[in-house]
């Protein structure tokens, strides 16, 4: 799936406007950049760096620490809510 990065969560690694190749599912490490959808938003899609996982729970977060909102402020996710990996980026914004 492709997905595109709004706002400033994930800079410097992401910017808004990029644009990302996203495999579904599969197995992650720490340090991934993953998608998630939070099971208290559905249909939202959020990019963020897998930081540990702890049994079968998963923390986030942002690369920007000043932008972005992540398990900082949720606390772990459940690993359903985790949707895929980032694989790389194919368009930069300008």
Same mark, same amino acid.
């Given at each position: ?19 990302? *190749? ?28 897998? *930081? ?43």
């Amino acid at each position: 799936m492709a997905v595109a990065i709004e706002g400033a969560s994930m800079e410097p690694t992401y910017r808004d406007g990029d644009w990302l *190749i996203v495999a579904r599912g599969g197995s992650h490490k720490p340090d991934d950049c993953v998608v998630i959808e939070r099971q208290e938003r559905p249909g939202i899609y959020l990019i963020k760096r897998l *930081i540990r996982i702890d049994g079968a729970k998963y923390w986030v977060e942002g690369d920007n620490k000043t932008a972005s909102t992540d398990s900082r402020q949720w606390g772990a996710l459940e690993r359903n809510e985790i949707i895929g990996k980032v694989l790389f980026r194919y368009k930069k914004a300008r």
